[in-house]
T-cell receptor
Framework: GAVVSQHPSRVICKSGTSVKIECRSL??????MFWYRQFPKQSLMLMAT?????????EQGVEKDKFLINHASLTLSTLTVTSAHPEDSSFYIC??????????FGPGTRLTVL | SQKIEQNSEALNIQEGKTATLTCNYT??????LQWYRQDPGRGPVFLLL?????KEKRKERLKVTFDTTLKQSLFHITASQPADSATYLC???????????FGKGTRLSVIA
């Protein structure tokens, strides 16, 4: 199957700093990528839909000024958590849609805000 | 509102038996349904996609059925192994770029 990578896999930062997470589709082009957040023992929560060359579509309750999404190319989307706080600590996962509607997920990024 | 239910939060079975996981949905007409495996601390791994006009799909020891009348999908793992222990997620999708709608998952434990 198609491969989606995420970088970094783990990040620890101080409260108030910004963190950028990259999501790449390695062997296919993805006009649409999705960003999810997952808290321990809970299901995936969709944060936003990232469309190449246009603004992201955010889910209700997700602050677009806090979670900046940029989808500058067909293989790269980035999520920047601005002014991170301890409550932003979570597991962030991206996914990219394949040609046949399958959705391929990255390995996830564990964010810990101290 | 759309609702997806996976039959149980946790399922324990004996090694070698067939594991059957259920996904039911309401207030939705999906174009396709997908099943994923997720291990702790990892992103979900795509397993199978079945379309609304398909009744059954197989891949190695995996079998998925899709009944749009009952609004239900069954996911079977035959000859289960301890390595199959994981959380399995079902997700419904519509055409276009609408996001998948995920169930909460079933945590499968295969006991040797």
């Amino acid at each position: 199957g198609a491969v989606v990578s995420q970088h970094p896999s783990r990040v620890i930062c101080k409260s108030g700093t910004s963190v950028k997470i990259e999501c790449r589709s390695l062997d296919f082009q993805a006009t649409t990528m999705f960003w999810y957040r997952q808290f321990p023992k809970q299901s995936l929560m969709l944060m936003a839909t990232s469309n190449e060359g246009s603004k992201a579509t955010y889910e209700q309750g997700v602050e677009k000024d806090k979670f900046l999404i940029n989808h500058a190319s067909l293989t790269l989307s980035t999520l920047t958590v601005t002014s991170a706080h301890p409550e932003d600590s979570s597991f962030y996962i991206c996914s990219a849609k394949g040609l046949d509607n399958e959705q391929f997920f990255g390995p996830g990024t564990r964010l810990t805000v101290l | 509102s759309q609702k997806i239910e996976q039959n149980s939060e946790a399922l324990n079975i004996q090694e070698g038996k067939t594991a059957t996981l259920t996904c039911n949905y309401t207030n939705y007409s999906p174009a396709y349904l997908q099943w994923y495996r997720q291990d702790p601390g990892r992103g979900p791994v795509f397993l199978l996609l079945i379309r609304e006009n398909e009744k059954e799909k197989r891949k190695e020891r995996l079998k998925v059925t899709f009944d749009t009348t009952l609004k239900q999908s069954l996911f079977h793992i035959t000859a289960s192994q301890p390595a199959d222990s994981a959380t399995y997620l079902c997700a419904l999708g519509a055409s276009g770029n609408t996001p998948l709608v995920f169930g909460k998952g079933t945590r499968l434990s295969v006991i040797a």
